[in-house]
């Protein structure tokens, strides 16, 4: 089988303010690695839009209507100082949505080893009915539910190496006994959330913060003594990954010291654990990272993992 990647041009009509770090760059940058014929074996099937019906899995009608009515016919609405709408937007963040769910649906089928959903805006920031950190929806944390809900399966987990903690994420699964979730975070860091005692309503949650100046090795330890062992209690049948490149030491906005051979290896850990405890499925997301030619290094190491297991 081959890995399945997930990406569409509405990702670059979600247009933020000028210098705003989170930007249709980061897409571009991507796609200058992904689209050449390294990657030619990647499946590339289109993200559909996701209707309220999937989004109402982790968020109000309420909330998404919010957003709805927030999206201007020009220019920007400001949902907070750091997360912005323009007329894009919407599509861009449903297609998000959709192309997790798309990805959870083909590697339950069988159709693909594994995936990755490079669209943007992120999500793991969305909280119940918070827009925020650039999110809007809970990508991740939909195709959670999406994957226990809708295909019955009786344990996910969720796997997040962004520099910053999932608080969305978290957010949305806190009562869900049937999905981990596992951040390995910078703290003190926005959003500010993720000390060890935030643990969920069912103990399923663990937050790993790690302090700033926090290299690789750091990152390999706690993979290997608390990120491992915790998928390896929770025996997932599928393995969701909230994977943002903004711990890389060039990235701008954190003080994590990771290199891009980190993510690479990372990647390689969660495949092993994703072979051993659930047939390889595995579906991966984008979420944060900023310095654009670190994000695309860091990006193709990650694929290059997904690419090289797709083919066992």
């Not at 509405?10 to 796609?31: D, K, N, W």
């Not at 990650?302 to 066992?312: C, N």
Request: hydrophobic letters at 45%.
């Amino acid at each position: 089988m081959s890995t399945a990647y997930f990406a569409h041009p509405s990702g670059l009509a979600h247009v933020t303010p000028p210098a705003h770090p989170e930007q249709v760059a980061r897409l571009r940058a991507i796609a200058a690695v992904i689209d050449t014929p390294r990657y030619a074996a990647l499946l590339r099937p289109e993200p559909p839009a996701a209707p309220d019906a999937q989004i109402l899995r982790c968020h109000p009608q309420r909330y998404i209507d919010r957003i709805e009515a927030a999206i201007p016919a020009k220019g920007w609405t400001s949902l907070d100082g750091d997360t912005h709408v323009c007329p894009g937007s919407m599509e861009a963040a449903r297609r998000g949505v959709g192309g997790c769910l798309k990805a959870v649906d083909m590697v339950l089928a069988g159709e693909a080893a594994n995936a990755f959903v490079a669209m943007r805006p992120p999500g793991h920031h969305a909280e119940r009915e918070t827009a925020m950190g650039f999110c809007l929806f809970g990508n991740a944390a939909i195709a959670a539910k999406y994957a226990l809900d809708h295909h019955g399966l009786s344990r996910v987990a969720v796997v997040d190496f962004d520099v910053h903690h999932g608080n969305g994420t978290q957010d949305l699964l806190w009562q869900e006994e049937r999905a981990l979730f596992v951040s390995c975070h910078q703290m003190p860091l926005y959003p500010g959330t993720g000390a060890h005692d935030q643990r969920g309503a069912h103990g399923q949650i663990v937050n790993i913060p790690l302090p700033p100046g926090s290299d690789g090795a750091a990152m390999r330890m706690v993979t290997d003594e608390v990120i491992l062992p915790a998928l390896e209690r929770h025996r997932p049948e599928l393995v969701i990954v909230s994977a943002g490149f903004d711990a890389h030491r060039a990235d701008p906005l954190a003080n994590l010291d990771w290199e891009t051979d980190d993510f690479g290896w990372i990647t390689e850990r969660l495949c092993d654990a994703a072979e051993t405890l659930c047939g390889g499925r595995l579906v991966s997301t984008l979420e944060g990272g900023y310095d654009l030619a670190a994000l695309a290094a860091s990006v193709a190491a990650h694929v290059d993992v997904l690419m090289e297991r797709g083919k066992r």
